[in-house]
């Protein structure tokens, strides 16, 4: 049985940072072709799909992330990461982990929260 499992989640004032991990259980990251990723949707916006990483280490970001997040991988762990820095009150949403065996471009064409594997999902929230 598949599991993920989010965590760093929390309230910081803009321009804060915030580091969320994703542990997986039941996958083996280090397949050869294999898509973690980070999306989120706050209150009545649409899902978002905000960086994704292949098990090769090609990483993929969102316009509205890049330069601040950094997402990475530990396949020996099966965990990834999505370090977030000079937050904005627009990035407040329910952040959720995903994992898929394909590669993060068939996933993105599937759509933002394609994955086949989802969290629960942890809040973040950036007070201006």
């Known amino acids: 049985q598949v599991q993920l499992a989010e965590s760093g989640g929390g309230s910081v004032q803009s321009g804060g940072s915030l580091r969320l991990s994703c542990q997986a259980s039941?996958?083996?990251?280090?397949?050869?072709?294999?898509?973690m990723g980070w999306f989120r949707q706050a209150p009545g916006k649409a899902v978002e799909g905000v960086a994704a990483?292949?098990?090769?280490?090609?990483?993929h970001y969102a316009d509205s992330v890049k330069g601040r997040f950094t997402i990475s991988q530990d396949v020996a762990k099966d965990t990834w990461y999505l370090e977030m820095n000079s937050l904005k009150p627009e990035d407040t949403a329910m952040y959720y982990c995903?994992?898929?065996?394909?590669?993060?471009?068939?996933?993105?064409?599937?759509?933002?929260?394609?994955?086949?594997?989802g969290g629960q999902g942890t809040q973040v929230t950036v007070s201006s």
């Open positions: 039941g996958i083996t990251a280090a397949a050869s072709t294999f898509c």
């Open positions: 990483v292949d098990s090769d280490g090609s990483r």
């Open positions: 995903g994992a898929d065996p394909l590669s993060c471009m068939t996933v993105q064409n599937i759509g933002p929260s394609g994955y086949n594997y």
